[in-house]
Nanobody
Framework: QVLLVESGGGLMQAGGSLRLSCVASGRSISNYCMGWFRQAPGKEREFVAA????????HYEDSVKGRFTISGDFAKNTVYLQMNSLKPEDTAVYYC?????????????????????WGQGTQVTVSS
């Protein structure tokens, strides 16, 4: 089992940048496919980005491609989401998640139900 704790959210003007961090404890992040999701008020939780066990495969939701970057620091057992060129529509609570169900070191998943562990979330608000 793994415990995930996110940080780095806040209030930012459109066009600005934020970096979210997700610190894992209990097991190494290199044992999991790791993902970031977000949920805006009144909407379902949606996929943002994911990174494979070995860090070599990444995948992004179309609206964040070219603006967001997911990365992992195995030494710090931390996953990051660098968010640039922020837009008001990026406003949401951002969640870090880990998947026990993906057993390949190069495969990722974007499906919410394939993630087993979730952090408590961090609020990101982008003003226009």
């Amino acid at each position: 089992q793994v415990l995930l704790v996110e940080s780095g959210g806040g209030l930012m003007q459109a066009g600005g940048s934020l970096r979210l961090s997700c610190v894992a404890s209990g097991r190494s992040i290199s044992n999991y496919c790791m993902g970031w999701f977000r949920q805006a008020p009144g909407k379902e939780r949606e996929f943002v980005a994911a990174i494979s066990w070995n860090g070599e495969t990444t995948h992004y939701e179309d609206s964040v491609k070219g603006r967001f970057t997911i990365s992992g620091d195995f030494a710090k057992n931390t996953v990051y989401l660098q968010m640039n060129s922020l837009k008001p529509e990026d406003t949401a609570v951002y969640y870090c998640a880990a998947s026990d169900q993906i057993t390949s070191i190069v495969v990722i998943t974007y499906r919410v139900y394939e993630y087993d562990y979730w952090g408590q979330g961090t609020q990101v608000t982008v003003s226009s």
